[in-house]
C-alpha cells in the first residue's frame, strides 16, 4: 500500500493535469458574453444572400448586415421586412435564401418547402403592449385585462378592470383605439399564444400568424403598428421593444405567471429565457414563463434556411453570415434592444451551422 | 319662384325689380360660394406642397441623389438614388412602350377607323380604359407577367405603360383632328401615299400638341404608386437591369416609409415626396408651355 | 372644319417626272400603305386586347374565391383569410361611402369653381385659377396620403373630430353620423378623395358650362335677372346634364384611388357604419395592404375584389360618359 504522502501527490497531479487539460481546451465556452469569432474566414466569402420575414428583428438584421459587409467584403446580404407569414412563403418558394421569422412553420406548410430546413434562434426580445393615452404615464394591465382589450370587451379606458390593475391612478374616459397587424405576423402569434395561455377564459380568438381581432385598426410591420400608437391619443398596440424604443412609446407593465407586473426590458427578457425548455430542433417558448423578474411576453426569433444547398460558395456564405449572427451578431443586439441568447442556446446554434451542407 | 317673376297687365312675363333686396342678398351668397370655393381648393394645395417643400427640402442633399438607400431604415444617413434612378428607368420604359402604340392608334382612329362601327368601339373603349383603377393594372400585369417571370422593371413598366396608352391614344387623336386637312390634300397631291403623308406631314403637324399629351401622361405615371407595388418589389441598392430582379422607385418608397414611426424615415419620405413632385411639375409645365405654343401658333 | 376622312378619291396629276401611282392603286407604295394600316389597325386592337386580357385574367385568377364564397362574397362582411371567409361587405361599404363623402365635399366646391372661373371671374384670375388646378391634379396620390396621414389625420381626430364627437355625438340623426374620433377615418379619406377629384370634376364642369350659348344667357340678363339667377336659368339646366356626367366621373375616380386612401382609412376590417369619423376599409386599400403576402384562396379572394372594383368603375365611367355624351349631341343638335 501506498503511504498517505504519495496517494495525495497523486491526486494533486492528476487534478493539476486535469486544470491544465480544461484550461487549455474550451477558455471561451465559460464565458457568458459573446467574443467576436477572429478566427472566422469571412474574407474569403462571397455571393449575394437575399432573405426576407418578421419585421420583429428587422432592426437587430440592419445592424448586422451592416456589420457584416464590414468583415465580409464579397458578400451582399439584404433583408426585406415583409412579416413571418411571407418569409416562410418565400424560402419555401426558392425566392429567397434566408427567412427571418418568428413562429415556427405549420405542419401542413412543410410539404411546400423545396427541402428539409434548419431553425437557428437568433436573438430574442419583450414584445411591448405600448399605449397613448394623455395624462397617463405608467399602467399596469393583467393578462385577463389584455385578453378583454383585445377582444373588445373593454372598449373605454376607465373601465373596471383596467382600474383593478391600476389602484389609485386616474384613467380618462377616452375610447380604446386597438392597434393590431394587418399582415401575417410572427409578432401576432407570439402575442396571441400569450394571451391564449395566460387568459384562456378572456381571449376567444384563435392563435396565430393572423388573428381575427373584433374591432381593431390594422397597420403592415411592428413600425406600422407603431406609427398608429404614436399618432392617436387612447391607442394601445403590441410593438416589438426595438421598434417601441426607436419611436418613443410608453411600455405598460405586464403581469407575469407569478403576479407581478414587469415591464419590457432586457433584463425581463432573459430572466424568461433563462427557463425556456429547448426543442431539439432549437425551437422554444419563453412565453408566459415563471418567475418574478420574468417579463410574460418575450418572444424569440428564428432564422429558417435550407439544410442542403447546391451552390458551395453560397452555402459557405450562409454558413458565414449565420456564424456572425451567432457570434458577433450577440454583442450587437442590446445596442438594439434585443435580448441575446442564453450561452447553452446559442453554443447549441454555432454547432448547427455544420448541419448546413453544400 | 314667384316672386322671382311678375305677370304686366298683358300677361307677359317678366323678373320683378332686379333691386329686391332678397334678390340682391341671394346674388351676393352665390358670389362668394364661387370665389369662397376657389379659395378652398387653394387652401390644400399650399398646405401640401408647403409640407413637402419644407419638410422635404433639408433631404435634398447631393448624397440624396448618388448613394443607396441605408441599411438602417430608422436612421438617417444614405440617399435615394435607386429610387431616382428606378423611377425614371421604369417610366422611360413605360413610356417606350405606351408612346409608339399610342400613336400608332391614335392614327388608326383618325386617318383609317374614322367613323366606322371598329373605330367608334375602340374609342370608346380608350375612353373607359382611362377610367380602371391603377391598381387593377397592377393586379392585372401581376397576374400575366410577373407570376411567370418574377419582380422585375419591366413588370412595372407594363403596367404603367397600360395607363399611359389610353391616355396617350386620345390626346394624339385630338392633335391630329387639328391638322387641318389641307395639309393632307396637298401631300396627296404631290403624289405621296398615305402612309407616307401620315409620317412626313400630319405627324410633324401635330408634333407639339402629341409632345404636350405624351408628357402629361408620363407625368401621371410617373407618380403612380400602386401598379408598381406588387411587381417591382423592393431594393436597397442600384438595379439598372430592366427584366432581372427586383428595383424600387419615389412613390413605392414613399409608401412605404409613411408608414412608420420613425422621423428619418419620414423625413425620407418628405424628401422624396418633394423629388417625386418636382418632376412631375417639370413635365406638366413643360406640357403647358408646349400647348400653349402649339396653340398660340394655331391661333395665329 | 373639314373633318378628315379617310377615303379619297383623288388621283393626283403629274407634276414631278417620273411614275405618279394614283392612290390607292397598283404601284410602288401599296405594301408599304398596307403594311402601315395594319400595324395601326393592330395599335388599335391593343386598346380592346388589353381590356379583354384584364377582364378575363383577373376573373379567371379570383374564380377559385368567387367559387368557395357563392353570393357571401359580396353579402357577408366577415373577411378571415386564416379561416377562409371572404366576405367583402364591409369594403364594399367603405368604397362607397368615402367615394360619397369625396363628392359631397368635392362637388359644391368644383361647381363653385367652374362658375367662377367661366362667369365671374375677371379674365386676369382665369389663368391663374386653372393654373393652380392643374397643379392639384398633378399632385401624385402617394403624395396626398403622405401629407394625410402625418398631417391631415393626426391633426383632425383630437382636434376636430373628437370635439365635434363629444358635442353631438349623443343627438339623433346627426349623432349617427358625427360620431367617432379617430383621425384614420372615412371622413379624412373622404377628405382627402375630395382634394383629388376636385381637378377633374371642375375641369369637365368647365367645359359644359362654356358651351352655353350666348343667347340664353343674354336671354336671361335681358329679363333683369342678377347674376346667379342668370346661373340658375341658364346656365345650369343646360349644362344639367354634362356635369352629371362630370360628377360621375369625378365618382369613379374616387372609387378607384388606393394609395392615399390605404394610408388614411385606418384599415379596420369589418365595419359597417355611419359613423364618419371611424376607421374602417375600401376594396381597393385592402387589395395593396393584403396582396404582398396573400396566396391561395386569399390572392383569389383580393383579386377578386380587383375585379368588384373593375366592374363598378367601368359601370359608373360607362354611365357617365353616356350622360356626357348625350349632352354633346343635345347641345350641338338643337
Same mark, same amino acid.
Not at chain 2, 419582380?151 to 407594363?158: D, E, I, K, Q, V
Given at each position: 500500500m501506498r503511504s498517505p504522502k504519495k496517494s495525495l501527490a497523486l491526486l494533486v497531479a492528476v487534478l493539476a493535469l486535469f486544470g491544465v487539460?480544461?484550461?487549455?481546451?474550451?477558455?471561451?465556452?465559460?464565458?457568458?458574453?459573446?467574443?467576436?469569432?477572429?478566427?472566422?474566414?469571412?474574407?474569403?466569402?462571397?455571393?449575394?444572400?437575399?432573405?426576407?420575414?418578421?419585421?420583429?428583428?428587422?432592426?437587430?438584421?440592419? $445592424?448586422?448586415?451592416?456589420?457584416?459587409?464590414g468583415v465580409a467584403k464579397g458578400v451582399t446580404v439584404n433583408y426585406n421586412g415583409v412579416g413571418s407569414g411571407q418569409g416562410k412563403k418565400d424560402l419555401a418558394a426558392g425566392t429567397s435564401d434566408w427567412a427571418g421569422t418568428d413562429s415556427l412553420v405549420a405542419d401542413a406548410d412543410k410539404a411546400s418547402f423545396k427541402g428539409p430546413f434548419l431553425y437557428f434562434p437568433t436573438v430574442a426580445a419583450p414584445i411591448t403592449v405600448s399605449f397613448n393615452l394623455s395624462g397617463v404615464k405608467t399602467l399596469n394591465l393583467s393578462a385577463a385585462t389584455l385578453a378583454k382589450i383585445f377582444t373588445g370587451s373593454v372598449t373605454a379606458w376607465n373601465d373596471p378592470a383596467i382600474a383593478a390593475d391600476n389602484t389609485g391612478v386616474t384613467l380618462p374616459s377616452t375610447k380604446i383605439t386597438v392597434a393590431v397587424r394587418s399582415d401575417g405576423s410572427g409578432t401576432t402569434s407570439n402575442f396571441s399564444k400569450f394571451l391564449a395561455a395566460a387568459a384562456p377564459e378572456a381571449f376567444t380568438l384563435t392563435a396565430g400568424d393572423t388573428v381575427a381581432w373584433p374591432s381593431a385598426q390594422s397597420a403592415k410591420g411592428n413600425a406600422g403598428v407603431a406609427q398608429i400608437v404614436k399618432a392617436t391619443n387612447g391607442a394601445i398596440g403590441y410593438v416589438d421593444l426595438s421598434d417601441a424604443i426607436a419611436s418613443g412609446l410608453t411600455f405598460a407593465s405586464i403581469g407575469n405567471k407569478d403576479g407581478k407586473f414587469v415591464q419590457p426590458t432586457l433584463e425581463g427578457a432573459s430572466?424568461?429565457?433563462?427557463?425556456?425548455?429547448?426543442?431539439?430542433?432549437?425551437?422554444?417558448?419563453?412565453?408566459?414563463?415563471?418567475?418574478?423578474?420574468?417579463?410574460?411576453?418575450?418572444?424569440?426569433?428564428?432564422?429558417?434556411?435550407?439544410?442542403?444547398?447546391?451552390?458551395?460558395?453560397?452555402?459557405?456564405?450562409?454558413?458565414?453570415?449565420?456564424?456572425?449572427?451567432?457570434? $458577433?451578431?450577440?454583442?450587437?443586439?442590446?445596442?438594439?434592444?434585443?435580448?441575446?441568447?442564453?450561452?447553452?442556446?446559442?453554443?447549441?446554434?454555432?454547432?448547427?451551422?455544420?448541419?448546413?451542407?453544400? | 319662384m314667384n316672386e322671382l317673376f311678375v305677370t304686366t297687365e298683358s300677361g307677359d312675363l317678366l323678373l320683378s325689380d332686379t333691386t329686391k333686396r332678397s334678390r340682391r342678398i341671394r346674388n351676393r351668397l352665390a358670389s362668394i360660394w364661387m370665389a369662397g370655393s376657389v379659395l378652398v381648393a387653394v387652401v390644400p394645395l399650399a398646405l401640401v406642397i408647403g409640407y413637402v417643400l419644407i419638410k422635404g427640402v433639408g433631404q435634398l442633399t447631393p448624397d440624396w441623389f448618388t448613394k443607396d438607400l441605408p441599411a438602417v431604415t430608422r436612421r438617417a444617413g444614405g440617399g435615394m438614388g435607386p429610387a431616382i434612378v428606378g423611377t425614371l428607368l421604369i417610366t422611360a420604359v413605360a413610356a417606350g412602350m405606351a408612346v409608339p402604340l399610342g400613336v400608332l392608334g391614335?392614327?388608326?382612329?383618325?386617318?383609317?377607323? #374614322? &367613323? /366606322?362601327?371598329?373605330? &367608334?368601339?375602340?374609342?370608346?373603349?380608350?375612353?373607359?380604359?382611362?377610367?380602371?383603377?391603377?391598381?387593377?393594372? /397592377?393586379?392585372?400585369?401581376?397576374?400575366?407577367?410577373? =407570376?411567370?417571370? /418574377?419582380?422585375?422593371?419591366? #413588370? /412595372?413598366?407594363?403596367?404603367?405603360?397600360?395607363?399611359?396608352?389610353?391616355? =396617350? =391614344?386620345?390626346?394624339t387623336e385630338e392633335m391630329l383632328r387639328l391638322v387641318p386637312d389641307e395639309l393632307r390634300q396637298a401631300s396627296y397631291a404631290l403624289g405621296n401615299r398615305k402612309w407616307r403623308t401620315i409620317l412626313t406631314v400630319v405627324l410633324p403637324a401635330a408634333f407639339g400638341g402629341i409632345t404636350s399629351g405624351v408628357m402629361l401622361a408620363i407625368a401621371r405615371a410617373a407618380g403612380e404608386t400602386a401598379p408598381l407595388v406588387f411587381t417591382i418589389g423592393a431594393a436597397r441598392n442600384l438595379n439598372l437591369s430592366i427584366f432581372n430582379g427586383p428595383t424600387t422607385a419615389l412613390s413605392v418608397q414613399i409608401f412605404g416609409n409613411a408608414q412608420t414611426p420613425f422621423e428619418a424615415a419620414q423625413a425620407r419620405a418628405w424628401g422624396a415626396a418633394l423629388t417625386l413632385v418636382a418632376i412631375v411639375f417639370i413635365l406638366t409645365i413643360l406640357a403647358r408651355i408646349v400647348a400653349a405654343r402649339v396653340a398660340r401658333r394655331h391661333n395665329a | 372644319m373639314a373633318i378628315g376622312r379617310s377615303d379619297m378619291d383623288i388621283t393626283p396629276g403629274g407634276s414631278s417626272g417620273g411614275a405618279v401611282a394614283s392612290l390607292h392603286g397598283a404601284g410602288p407604295g401599296r405594301r408599304a400603305d398596307q403594311l402601315f394600316h395594319s400595324v395601326a389597325l393592330i395599335a388599335g386592337l391593343l386598346v380592346l386586347a388589353i381590356l379583354g386580357l384584364i377582364a378575363a385574367s383577373t376573373t379567371h385568377e379570383a374564380w377559385p374565391a368567387f367559387r368557395s364564397q357563392g353570393l357571401s362574397f359580396v353579402t357577408s362582411s366577415t373577411w378571415i383569410p386564416a379561416e377562409g371567409k371572404f366576405g367583402a361587405l364591409a369594403f364594399i361599404y367603405g368604397t362607397v361611402l368615402s367615394s360619397l363623402l369625396a363628392l359631397l365635399l368635392a362637388v359644391p366646391v368644383s361647381l363653385g369653381i367652374a362658375l367662377y372661373a367661366n362667369e365671374a371671374a375677371p379674365s386676369r384670375i382665369r389663368r391663374p385659377i386653372i393654373a393652380v388646378l392643374d397643379l392639384l391634379a398633378a399632385i401624385p396620390s402617394v403624395v396626398y396620403g403622405l401629407w394625410g396621414v402625418i398631417v391631415l389625420a393626426p391633426f383632425l381626430g383630437p382636434h376636430v373630430y373628437s370635439p365635434i364627437n363629444d358635442a353631438v355625438g349623443s343627438w339623433p340623426v346627426v349623432g349617427w353620423f358625427l360620431n367617432g374620433s379617430s383621425g384614420r377615418s372615412f371622413m379624412t379619406a373622404g377628405i382627402i378623395l375630395a382634394i383629388m377629384i376636385t381637378p377633374i370634376v371642375t375641369s369637365l364642369s368647365r367645359e359644359v358650362i362654356a358651351t352655353v350659348p350666348r343667347a340664353q344667357r343674354e336671354a336671361a340678363y335681358a329679363m333683369g335677372a342678377t347674376r346667379w339667377e342668370m346661373i340658375r336659368l341658364a346656365v345650369l339646366p343646360w349644362g344639367r346634364g354634362g356635369i352629371v356626367g362630370a360628377i360621375m366621373l369625378g365618382l369613379g375616380r374616387a372609387m378607384g384611388e388606393t394609395i392615399a386612401v390605404a394610408l388614411v382609412i385606418g384599415s379596420q376590417a369589418g365595419q359597417v357604419t355611419t359613423h364618419l369619423f371611424e376607421a374602417g376599409d375600401s376594396m381597393a386599400a385592402v387589395i395593396v395592404n393584403q396582396f404582398g403576402e396573400a396566396s391561395g384562396t386569399h390572392r383569389a379572394a383580393l383579386v377578386g375584389l380587383g375585379v368588384v372594383l373593375f366592374v363598378v368603375t367601368i359601370i359608373v365611367n360607362v354611365s357617365a360618359r353616356s350622360i356626357v355624351a348625350r349632352f354633346d349631341r343635345q347641345a350641338q343638335g338643337i
Open positions: 487539460v480544461a484550461a487549455a481546451c474550451g477558455g471561451s465556452k465559460s464565458d457568458s458574453d459573446a467574443k467576436p469569432d477572429t478566427t472566422y474566414d469571412y474574407a474569403s466569402l462571397s455571393g449575394t444572400l437575399n432573405g426576407s420575414g418578421a419585421t420583429f428583428p428587422k432592426a437587430f438584421y440592419e $445592424e448586422t448586415i451592416a456589420g457584416f459587409a430572466a424568461a429565457l433563462a427557463g425556456a425548455t429547448i426543442n431539439a430542433d432549437l425551437t422554444y417558448s419563453a412565453l408566459n414563463a415563471a418567475g418574478a423578474d420574468s417579463y410574460p411576453i418575450t418572444a424569440g426569433t428564428y432564422i429558417i434556411v435550407y439544410s442542403s444547398i447546391s451552390n458551395p460558395t453560397q452555402a459557405s456564405a450562409i454558413r458565414g453570415w449565420i456564424n456572425y449572427v451567432l457570434t $458577433e451578431g450577440q454583442t450587437l443586439a442590446p445596442e438594439v434592444d434585443f435580448a441575446p441568447l442564453p450561452t447553452a442556446l446559442r453554443d447549441k446554434a454555432i454547432a448547427q451551422i455544420a448541419s448546413i451542407q453544400g | 391614335a392614327i388608326y382612329l383618325h386617318e383609317y377607323g #374614322g &367613323r /366606322g362601327r371598329l373605330g &367608334r368601339l375602340i374609342r370608346f373603349m380608350a375612353d373607359v380604359m382611362t377610367g380602371v383603377p391603377s391598381i387593377v393594372m /397592377g393586379l392585372f400585369v401581376y397576374t400575366v407577367w410577373t =407570376i411567370a417571370h /418574377g419582380l422585375s422593371a419591366f #413588370g /412595372g413598366a407594363l403596367a404603367l405603360a397600360c395607363l399611359m396608352l389610353p391616355i =396617350i =391614344i386620345r390626346t | -
